[in-house]
């Protein structure tokens, strides 16, 4: 019925629509994608992380599923092989909150260089699974969920561990060996931006020193979280989008004439193809130009893999 097609056509206006598409040049688009990809990570993270791995850690002790399900967030963070909540973990957490509402706002202010569409794109660009460790890893802190924390940690731990090698590398000959960081030098990259992409470096051990160390449940929980965080910014969030003067009217032939100048690259979470600086050959999953199931499955069985390969290195033995 009516409740049906209007359930449809809300779901179409969510998702991305291309690279010149009206609502991606608003603000309301940028603002209802942000705030649904937080919401939904949030709750679903939540939920899998109080309702299935705490469950599943009960049984490997002798709590009960009511003890570890029951009483303040704080119980439960005794209840996991962690000690409770402590003032390290929450300066750490009252720290990434501070940080993470700075950056928004200090990109928000200054990303403007290229138009008012480029500065609206910074809201999509907040969905980055490395800003997202930011804000719902205060939260994880926070409400005493440690595992949490440290699994959003998990999720990014192989790009985060790789801006070492590039920057290691940049410093001492000038370039990126493997270009995870290399977008630091593209001309639409402002100077907020460049300053406010430290936090690549400082994440991980900022969080693991708030959640007293990684427990193996991190790693199947970081699983959850990378593959719900693709999917959102697959479905959401446009792959490039074309930038008019304000005011302007803008065409696809138009505006590609502009690259690129233009063109605000964005690939979320890599949700449409590997990030176009990244060159090693093994890593190429869209040559044959896959369909969108295909590549999401390549992507995320890759990204796993590497995953747990920092993850068996960060993971204390």
Known sequence: ??????????????????PIAAKHRG????????????ALLLLGTILVHDRILLRLLARRTSLTDEQILSG??????????FAGQDVSSRAVSSFLAAYCSFLLVWRLITNGMWGPVFRRTVLYEYT???????????????TCRPIMAAAFCVAVSIDQCLWYVDIAGWAFSGKFPVGVAK????????????????????????????????????????????????????????FTIFCADSGGECSEEKERKKRP??????????????????????LQICEDNPGALLYL?????????????????????
């Not at 019925?1 to 291309?18: K, T």
């Not at 603000?27 to 937080?38: A, E, F, G, K, Q």
């Not at 990204?303 to 204390?316: A, K, R």
């Open 27 to 38: 603000w309301l688009h940028p603002i209802t994608v942000c705030l649904l990809n937080y």
């Open 72 to 81: 303040g967030f704080c119980t439960r963070c005794q209840d996991t092989p």
């Open 183 to 238: 977008y630091l030098t593209w001309p639409q990259t402002s100077w907020a931006t460049r300053i406010t992409a430290s936090h690549h470096m400082w994440t991980i051990p900022l969080i693991m020193h708030g959640s007293k160390g990684l427990h193996w449940s991190a790693y199947p929980l970081s699983v959850f979280i990378v593959t719900l965080s693709v999917l959102l910014s697959r479905w959401m969030t446009p």
């Open 261 to 282: 100048r233009r063109e605000k690259y964005l690939n979320i979470n890599l949700s449409h193809e590997v990030w176009k600086d990244i060159k090693f050959g093994f």
């Open 297 to 317: 499955c390549r992507l995320l069985l890759r990204w796993q893999i590497f995953n747990l390969c920092t993850f068996s290195l960060l993971y204390p033995t």
């Open 1 to 18: 019925g009516s409740q049906v097609i209007f359930f449809e056509n809300i779901m179409d206006w969510i998702g991305e629509s291309g």
């Open 128 to 142: 980055w699974l490395c800003n997202t460790t930011l804000v719902l890893g205060a939260v994880g802190l926070r």
